[in-house]
């Protein structure tokens, strides 16, 4: 039987299991905007099980980099708030810490790799030097070994003559080594989850799957968890377990891979998927998605994609769609129950 996850938080939120190295319940974000306040996230929940890969995927602006970072503490509090919710790290809720003891647990417990990892690395010293710094920071050794410890890692991330490599600047390196180096640093002080905002998007295709085959075989190696964040759903396919798809700051879809490839429950899935170049369900042509994500100042009341998609109907429009569990997953869509979606077969 589906049970419907309300719009409202409980005032005491139970602790996670001990199971889930990440669970996200209910969260909602504001921005502060010359229009006003403006909800950029709506009653987001999704969870990742140790040693697990969860895909977070979406167009541009469905908020999927806004999730990121409300989990590594770096919104703005100036200019943003939870409104709502609670994210749950082990058992530690980190809506709740002070600044102080989220500093303590970025980088060392929850670290980020993001897109472009050249213009992420400081021009001015070498890749050693930084990756050595992260050590000294979160670790307190000397430099010494920090130095050490910087070598060790480019060795495992599998940069050739490590210690030459070491003292480049990362405009002597490729895209990939870049990459290679921000991994290192993300690394070296042994998180238990890693946020992989975009990681290969900037990559060629070679490169690319370089990059996730090492982040697969260091998965393993070091008992990660990773949030993979990711527009593509093919690099999400060959990375994740399993699959959260967000649209206008709301999660609409999440599963199994292999469930929400081969039998999607949300028409914006269907409109991904057949958005494949590879995929068998459009036949002999890609099919597009018609109109954008609306800005956040302009999402509808009710279904956030009702305007775009071509199954919508009265039921659609006016409320706000709860998202509804079902036995491996769940689906934010009223008419869920009664359509048949195409997959890839």
Same mark, same amino acid.
């Given at each position: 039987?589906?049970?419907?996850?309300?719009?409202?938080?409980?005032?005491?939120?139970?602790?996670?299991?001990?199971?889930?190295?990440?669970?996200?319940?209910?969260?909602?974000?504001?921005?502060?905007?010359?229009?006003?306040?403006?909800?950029?996230?709506?009653?987001?929940?999704?969870?990742?099980? *140790?040693?697990?890969?969860?895909?977070?995927?979406?167009?541009?602006?469905?908020?999927?980099?806004?999730?990121?970072?409300?989990?590594?503490?770096?919104?703005?509090?100036?200019?943003?708030?939870?409104?709502?919710?609670?994210?749950?790290?082990?058992?530690?809720?980190?809506?709740?810490?002070?600044?102080?003891?989220?500093?303590?647990?970025?980088?060392?417990?929850?670290?980020?790799?993001?897109?472009?990892?050249?213009?992420?690395?400081?021009?001015?010293?070498?890749?050693?030097?930084?990756?050595?710094?992260?050590?000294?920071?979160?670790?307190?050794?000397?430099?010494?070994?920090?130095?050490?410890?910087?070598?060790?890692?480019?060795?495992?991330?599998?940069?050739?003559? $490590?210690?030459? *490599?070491?003292?480049?600047?990362?405009?002597?390196?490729?895209?990939?080594? /870049?990459?290679?180096?921000?991994?290192? $640093? $993300?690394? &070296?002080?042994?998180?238990?989850?890693?946020?992989?905002?975009?990681?290969?998007?900037?990559?060629?295709?070679?490169?690319?799957?370089?990059?996730?085959?090492?982040?697969?075989?260091?998965?393993?190696?070091?008992?990660?968890?990773?949030?993979?964040?990711?527009?593509?759903?093919?690099?999400?396919?060959?990375?994740?377990?399993?699959?959260?798809?967000?649209?206008?700051?709301?999660?609409?879809?999440?599963? $199994?891979?292999?469930?929400?490839?081969?039998?999607?429950?949300?028409?914006?899935?269907?409109?991904?998927? *057949? !958005?494949?170049?590879? !995929?068998?369900?459009?036949?002999? *042509?890609?099919?597009?998605?018609?109109?954008?994500?609306?800005?956040?100042?302009?999402?509808?009341?009710?279904?956030?994609?009702?305007?775009? /998609?071509?199954?919508?109907?009265? !039921? /659609?429009?006016?409320? &706000?769609?709860?998202?509804?569990?079902?036995?491996?997953?769940?689906?934010? /869509?009223?008419?869920?129950?009664?359509?048949?979606?195409?997959?890839?077969?």
């Amino acid at each position: 039987m589906s049970t419907a996850v309300t719009d409202n938080a409980p005032s005491t939120p139970p602790t996670a299991p001990t199971d889930e190295v990440l669970r996200i319940e209910s969260l909602s974000v504001e921005f502060s905007t010359e229009r006003g306040p403006v909800r950029v996230l709506e009653d987001v929940s999704l969870s990742i099980p *140790r040693g697990g890969t969860l895909g977070l995927v979406g167009e541009s602006g469905s908020g999927k980099t806004v999730t990121s970072l409300a989990v590594m503490g770096l919104l703005d509090r100036r200019i943003s708030r939870v409104v709502s919710g609670q994210i749950w790290y082990g058992d530690t809720g980190l809506t709740s810490v002070s600044p102080r003891e989220m500093r303590a647990i970025q980088g060392s417990e929850i670290a980020m790799i993001f897109q472009e990892a050249r213009r992420s690395l400081d021009p001015v010293f070498t890749v050693g030097e930084q990756i050595a710094e992260t050590v000294r920071t979160h670790e307190g050794v000397s430099r010494k070994d920090a130095r050490k410890r910087a070598v060790e890692m480019l060795e495992l991330v599998e940069i050739p003559d $490590a210690r030459r *490599r070491a003292h480049a600047y990362p405009h002597e390196l490729s895209g990939g080594m /870049c990459q290679r180096v921000m991994l290192a $640093a $993300a690394l &070296a002080p042994r998180p238990s989850l890693l946020i992989a905002d975009e990681p290969t998007t900037a990559l060629d295709v070679t490169v690319q799957a370089q990059v996730l085959a090492l982040l697969r075989t260091l998965q393993d190696e070091m008992a990660l968890t990773i949030l993979f964040i990711t527009h593509d759903l093919g690099v999400m396919a060959e990375t994740s377990d399993r699959v959260a798809v967000m649209y206008a700051g709301q999660v609409v879809e999440e599963g $199994a891979v292999e469930q929400v490839f081969t039998r999607p429950s949300h028409p914006y899935t269907e409109g991904l998927i *057949r !958005s494949l170049p590879d !995929s068998a369900a459009h036949k002999s *042509r890609m099919i597009a998605i018609p109109g954008s994500v609306p800005p956040a100042y302009a999402w509808p009341t009710g279904c956030r994609f009702a305007a775009r /998609c071509s199954y919508s109907d009265d !039921s /659609c429009v006016g409320n &706000a769609v709860p998202l509804t569990r079902h036995e491996d997953g769940a689906v934010r /869509c009223t008419r869920s129950g009664e359509l048949i979606l195409e997959g890839i077969r």
